[in-house]
């Protein structure tokens, strides 16, 4: 069960709804958020929510049996959006892309890739300024450094910024030069770290472990939201598997499935999906007509230079026909959908 307080839930009434749950039977929690408050009841008790409904200080009562109860569509219908400001909104309305480079190497690189993405309308940059690498001796990021020269440039032209954050110490020095933190496949399940993300008010592009069940994705996404966070993104961005023909397997039912149990919007990253460069246009082709909210894709000016990822890395023209592709397939989704409910 989740119980909905009202804003002007006073400490009094706040104690009278919680006895009540936890004389049924039920272990409450509350979790405040930068939106409302909630009491989180877990357990097996036995209730009647009207009871609890008709109590001052309650706005509603949900019966949600998901183990993951604030990340569940079965009390919030609605898909969440995020507004990111310029223009940037990330909605099932829209078909939002963030492209960019695994690593942001140096201040002639970002120049070239902002100005691709003002040409192309494309309203987010990724780029890795901390870089978990499998050898200690690759390339592993220009650090807080990197991240001012990408931050100046994106911030003169009204470009958002999501970029990898891999420790609650880079927090603090990360939090005023991006709009969206992003938290690896290695730290997916970094519990103290998505709990500290939970305490800020920046969205959270949260990427899938890559051997994680969907629901121990989710229970990551749960952490992030208990902790005061509800602005969260969800990515695929493939798991690892038996196969060795390609990088990951990039696993497409994910997203109808998150998005039939999660009211959070849903990525898909294809370039670490699949780490093949020719197979990655289709892939993101596939996860839009899957119902991908967005697509998170690496490309570079010349890919054979990127110093990291350039196998799956896009050139310029090659992520220009690929937006174009992906622009087209998402309106042809949205009129057969709209086609079939008229029918």
Same mark, same amino acid.
């Given at each position: 069960?989740?119980?909905?307080?009202?804003?002007?839930?006073?400490?009094?009434?706040?104690?009278?709804?919680?006895?009540?749950?936890?004389?049924?039977?039920?272990?409450?929690?509350?979790? !405040?958020?930068?939106?409302?408050?909630?009491?989180?009841?877990?357990?097996?008790?036995?209730?009647?929510?009207?009871?609890?409904?008709?109590?001052?200080?309650?706005?509603?009562?949900?019966?949600?049996?998901?183990?993951?109860?604030?990340?569940?569509?079965?009390?919030?219908?609605?898909?969440?959006?995020? !507004?990111?400001?310029?223009?940037?909104?990330?909605?099932?309305?829209?078909?939002?892309?963030?492209?960019?480079?695994?690593?942001?190497?140096?201040?002639?690189?970002?120049?070239?890739?902002?100005?691709?993405?003002?040409?192309?309308?494309?309203?987010?940059?990724?780029?890795?300024?901390?870089?978990?690498?499998?050898?200690?001796?690759?390339?592993?990021?220009?650090?807080?450094?990197?991240?001012?020269?990408?931050?100046?440039?994106?911030?003169?032209?009204?470009?958002?910024?999501?970029?990898?954050?891999?420790?609650?110490?880079?927090?603090?020095?990360?939090?005023?030069?991006?709009?969206?933190?992003?938290?690896?496949?290695?730290?997916?399940?970094?519990?103290?770290?998505?709990?500290?993300?939970?305490?800020?008010?920046?969205?959270?592009?949260?990427?899938?472990?890559?051997?994680?069940?969907?629901?121990?994705?989710?229970?990551?996404?749960?952490?992030?939201?208990?902790?005061?966070?509800?602005?969260?993104?969800?990515?695929?961005?493939?798991?690892?598997?038996?196969?060795?023909?390609?990088?990951?397997?990039?696993?497409?039912?994910?997203?109808?499935?998150?998005?039939?149990?999660?009211?959070?919007?849903?990525?898909?990253?294809?370039?670490?999906?699949?780490?093949?460069?020719?197979?990655?246009?289709?892939?993101?082709?596939?996860?839009?007509?899957?119902?991908?909210?967005?697509?998170?894709?690496?490309?570079?000016?010349?890919?054979?230079?990127?110093?990291?990822?350039?196998?799956?890395?896009?050139?310029?023209?090659?992520?220009?026909?690929?937006?174009?592709?992906?622009?087209?397939?998402?309106?042809?989704?949205?009129?057969?959908?709209?086609?079939?409910?008229?029918?």
């Amino acid at each position: 069960m989740l119980i909905q307080l009202t804003e002007d839930c006073t400490h009094e009434e706040l104690e009278k709804i919680t006895a009540l749950a936890e004389k049924a039977g039920f272990k409450t929690s509350k979790v !405040d958020t930068h939106n409302a408050s909630y009491i989180i009841c877990s357990g097996k008790g036995e209730f009647d929510p009207r009871r609890i409904g008709t109590l001052k200080g309650v706005k509603d009562v949900h019966m949600v049996e998901d183990e993951n109860k604030l990340v569940s569509r079965l009390w919030r219908v609605n898909d969440t959006e995020l !507004d990111l400001g310029d223009g940037a909104v990330i909605s099932r309305d829209n078909l939002t892309v963030a492209m960019g480079p695994c690593s942001i190497e140096s201040e002639e690189q970002v120049q070239k890739t902002v100005d691709f993405l003002l040409k192309n309308q494309v309203k987010i940059m990724r780029g890795g300024i901390f870089k978990p690498r499998s050898s200690p001796y690759s390339f592993r990021g220009m650090g807080i450094g990197g991240l001012e020269i990408f931050a100046r440039h994106c911030r003169e032209k009204g470009i958002k910024i999501v970029s990898e954050v891999m420790q609650v110490s880079q927090i603090e020095p990360m939090y005023d030069l991006v709009d969206i933190f992003q938290v690896g496949t290695r730290n997916a399940q970094n519990f103290n770290l998505l709990d500290a993300l939970g305490k800020t008010d920046k969205p959270v592009l949260l990427k899938r472990g890559m051997s994680s069940t969907i629901n121990e994705f989710l229970a990551s996404a749960e952490y992030i939201f208990s902790s005061g966070n509800e602005r969260i993104i969800l990515c695929e961005r493939g798991i690892r598997t038996f196969e060795k023909a390609y990088r990951n397997t990039l696993d497409l039912n994910a997203i109808p499935l998150l998005k039939e149990k999660s009211h959070l919007p849903v990525f898909c990253d294809p370039s670490h999906g699949v780490g093949v460069r020719r197979f990655v246009e289709p892939m993101a082709l596939a996860s839009v007509m899957a119902g991908a909210d967005g697509l998170l894709m690496e490309i570079g000016e010349v890919p054979e230079k990127a110093t990291s990822d350039a196998q799956q890395t896009l050139s310029f023209e090659e992520a220009r026909q690929a937006l174009f592709k992906m622009n087209k397939t998402f309106e042809l989704k949205k009129e057969l959908s709209f086609k079939f409910l008229s029918e």
